[in-house]
């Protein structure tokens, strides 16, 4: 369902994971961009982070009702790396499952918008829309889908099921995005692994948060896929972004999923009609996402790998 709010309606926004890519960039922009009152949490003091919380803890989350009442929540924050996931499972489902439950339950009034993932379609055809059926490969997206169950029992939600998410980051993260693992290892000199064989839907970090604006303006609920509208292997995605910041091929090398510790869908990729046709919203092609990135991040990029000399 959808409908038309002005964007002048008065409301308390509560942001997890402030200090992650898309929580980060989601306060900062609509902090900028609306008259929305944006409050961003975290474990850890950040530039956009206004209550440290530990959400896994209820009596922290039961604390922050005291001093909020938000209209809506945007939850980010979560382990994604995979093989943490695996290794330290308790932890995991703490972070992604408990903290999402114990937030469902301090605030049943607040419409819920929930990061989940791509990866929990694992099917050999891909393009995979929203109603197709979910399998988790691994543990962290078993987490995910466990979470969607406490979201599902919400009165008003969203769920929200993107593809890698990528974009340049100023502050440390304890979670590196694709374009940020790249980075890294060009500064550390090292080469980076990329699997020529699964294929998905990178999507530019300003795009999730423009949508993220027009779910709220537009009041709309259910599940949504969202990614870029091509289809592209991850060695390629990273080749082509070597190829336009102008970094030495020699950092990347092409390898075959199976050499991977943890598996993850082979082909995961997504359709995200359903969302382009309830925002009225049309993704930029990628290549016009990577020029973007490249305009807005290029000097930062510079000054970022100059450290390492």
């Not at 190829?243 to 950092?251: A, P, V």
Request: charged fraction near 25%; charge should be negative.
């Amino acid at each position: 369902m959808s409908g038309a709010s002005g964007m002048g309606e008065e409301k308390t926004i509560l942001i997890t994971g402030a200090n992650g890519l898309v929580g980060h960039r989601a306060c900062e922009y609509l902090r900028k961009i609306t008259p929305w009152k944006i409050i961003g949490t975290s474990r850890r003091e950040g530039a956009h982070v206004d209550l440290i919380a530990n959400l896994t803890d209820i009596s922290d989350v039961d604390r922050i009702r005291t001093t909020i009442h938000p209209d809506i929540i945007i939850h980010t924050a979560a382990i994604s790396r995979t093989d943490v996931c695996e290794q330290e499972q308790k932890l995991c489902y703490d972070t992604n499952v408990t903290a999402t439950a114990n937030l469902c339950k301090v605030f049943p009034e607040a419409k819920f918008i929930f990061f989940s993932t791509y990866a929990v379609y694992d099917t050999p055809e891909g393009r995979c829309d929203e109603e197709c059926e979910t399998r988790a490969s691994n543990y962290y997206i078993q987490t995910k889908l466990d979470a969607e169950e406490h979201v599902q029992k919400m009165a008003e939600y969203v769920i929200v099921r993107p593809s890698v998410i990528f974009g340049y980051v100023e502050h440390l993260q304890d979670s590196k995005n694709y374009f940020m693992q790249l980075l890294a290892n060009i500064r550390m000199k090292k080469v980076m692994q990329s699997p020529k064989d699964q294929y998905f839907n990178p999507i530019h970090v300003d795009i999730i948060v423009e949508s993220l604006k027009r779910i709220i303006e537009r009041e709309v609920c259910g599940t949504f896929n969202v990614g870029s509208n091509e289809s592209i292997s991850k060695f390629e995605f990273n080749r082509q972004i070597l190829e336009k910041f102008g970094f030495d091929s020699e950092y990347l090398e092409g390898i075959d999923s199976k050499h991977l510790t943890v598996k993850r869908p082979a082909i995961g990729t997504i359709s995200s009609a359903k969302i382009q046709r309830e925002l009225l919203y049309e993704i930029p092609p990628l290549e016009k996402m990577i020029d973007t990135l490249y305009l807005t991040s290029s000097e930062e990029v510079k000054r970022y790998l100059a450290d390492s000399r």
